[in-house]
């Protein structure tokens, strides 16, 4: 059975990610929550833009 959620290894400047974490504190999430909102926020501006994405599941 597949998992819903996939592990994906990010790599990033540690500065910015000591900023970015400070900014997902503050809007009260997690670093992981936040990076997931992002993600959301950019695929449905993209999808707004362009139509929707279809995916094969």
């Not at 670093?31 to 362009?50: G, P, S, T």
Request: hydrophobic content about 35%.
């Amino acid at each position: 059975m597949e998992e819903k959620l996939l592990r994906y290894t990010l790599r990033v400047d540690r500065l910015l990610f000591q900023k970015f974490r400070y900014v997902a504190e503050f809007e009260g999430r997690s670093a992981n929550k936040e990076i997931e909102q992002y993600l959301k926020k950019c695929v449905a501006d993209f999808e707004k833009e362009h139509g929707e994405i279809k995916v094969n599941n």
